[in-house]
């Protein structure tokens, strides 16, 4: 009975235990209240205090100067392009006695020459030997071989007349026998002026690499010192950067310049700059034709079709060959043919002050027969001279 009783309580202890249970499992499961249909409107607060609220109580800090606010960077505006000034007309330096102030330079490279010359005239016995040793002297500059003979055959002549020679006599002899070597007579003059209508016309020709251009473009500053007007011509079209480089050579004496397209027919643009020319009243039209090997056949003949265009226009009044003097005698087998196609009427010696064979001036007057009638003596856009036989025998032999 008591085990009945004890079954009973246990059994309404578990039920009311489990009812517990469930009733608690309904209540945290209560689903919410339904929403209302419409939304209520939600006003979030504000970021930054409006207009009447009160501001954060300000931070004491030094107060800073106008120079020490920081300007708002600029740097990603949009700058407003002004037009490229012109540019600054240069005024050369005169020509007149320019090879005598850049006599330094040449003497430099070509002392050797009068030097040596010097030092084995002095010598108290001048036997075959001797005279072995200034013919090589005279070789090795590049002087050539004929020359070479004439000169020791006249010094050797001379000196037995001459007897005892002191060093003043020595130096004078010699610096007469070299002026005579040189030729002391011949025209120099760069020939701009035609006697029947302006504009004078000069054509430039060379191989490559012997500073064509940059010559040319120096030949405008000499003809600018002396007061001249000048038109470029820039007929090399085949070097990209030719025109440009001739053009910024003008534009700093005030030399207008005729270009073509690139790779365009050089005896047109030659054509166009002495049609040119004419109608503005220039004094000198200057042709820069393109470098070529005086091996190609094609380019040669070429050179040959722009002297005949320019022709139609008038005859050309120079044309200068552009040799390298530190080429010695390799330059003269490039001459013979350049003559050969353009007729030369001048040279033009670049690096005369880099070597120390000056005697190809000798040399390449006896191989064509014209003048050397200008020198270069540096890289200086005013190093560009004309050639006086006096100050370059002066230049040899030292003082």
């Given amino acids: 009975m008591e085990i009945l009783i004890l079954a009973v309580v246990i059994a309404v ?16 499961k209560r689903l919410p209240p339904q929403a209302p249909t419409t939304t209520p409107d939600i006003t979030a607060p504000p970021a930054e205090p409006h207009v009447g609220d009160e501001a ?7 107060r800073r100067t ?15 392009e002004e037009p490229p000034a012109a540019p600054e007309i240069e005024i050369p330096e005169p020509t007149a006695g320019r090879l005598v102030r850049l006599r330094a330079r ?5 002392n050797a020459l009068g030097k040596g010359l010097l030092t084995l005239l002095s010598r108290e016995h001048l036997d075959d030997d001797t005279w072995e040793e200034i013919e090589d002297t005279l070789l090795t500059a590049d002087v050539g071989v004929q020359p070479t003979q004439e000169l020791v055959e006249r010094l050797r002549e001379r000196v037995k007349v001459l007897g005892t020679r002191t060093p003043d006599e020595l130096r ?16 120099r003059t760069v020939r701009t002026e035609p006697e029947a209508s302006k504009p004078g016309i000069v054509m430039v020709v060379g191989v490559n690499g012997t500073g064509k251009t940059t010559t040319t473009g120096k030949l405008a500053r000499v003809l600018v010192a002396d007061g001249r007007s000048v038109v470029l011509g820039a007929a090399d079209t085949f070097r990209a950067a030719a025109a440009d480089q001739l053009q910024t050579w003008g534009e700093r004496v005030g030399a207008h310049t005729v270009r073509g397209p690139e790779a365009g027919d050089p005896a047109s643009v030659a054509f166009d700059a002495v049609k040119e020319g004419k109608e503005i009243g220039a004094d000198v039209v200057l042709i820069d034709t ?14 040959g079709k722009v002297k005949r265009v320019v022709e139609k226009h008038a005859p050309l009044d ?11 005698q390799n330059g003269l087998v490039q001459a013979r043919v350049f003559a050969e196609v353009v007729d030369i009427t001048g040279i033009v010696l670049t690096k005369l002050d880099g070597t120390a064979k000056g005697g190809i001036v000798v040399a390449v007057q006896r191989e064509l027969g014209v003048p050397v009638k200008l020198v270069g003596l ?21 003082d």
């Avoid at 890289?379 to 004309?386: I, M």
């Fill in 13 to 28: 202890v578990v039920i009311g235990a489990l009812g517990g249970l469930v009733v608690g499992s309904r209540k945290k």
């Fill in 106 to 110: 040449l003497s430099r490279s070509q």
């Fill in 290 to 303: 393109a470098g070529r090997l005086h091996t190609k056949t094609g380019l040669m003949d070429e050179l």
């Fill in 172 to 187: 004078g002899l010699l610096r007469e026998e070299l002026l005579t070597l040189v030729g002391a007579d011949l025209d």
């Fill in 56 to 62: 954060e109580t300000p931070r004491e800090e030094p």
């Fill in 378 to 398: 540096g890289e200086g856009a005013d190093d560009l001279a004309p050639f006086e036989p006096e100050a370059f025998v002066d230049a040899l032999i030292g």
């Fill in 66 to 80: 106008i120079e020490e606010v920081d300007l708002p960077d600029t740097s990603g505006a949009v700058a407003v």
């Fill in 318 to 328: 120079e044309v200068l060959l552009v040799l390298d003097a530190t080429t010695g």
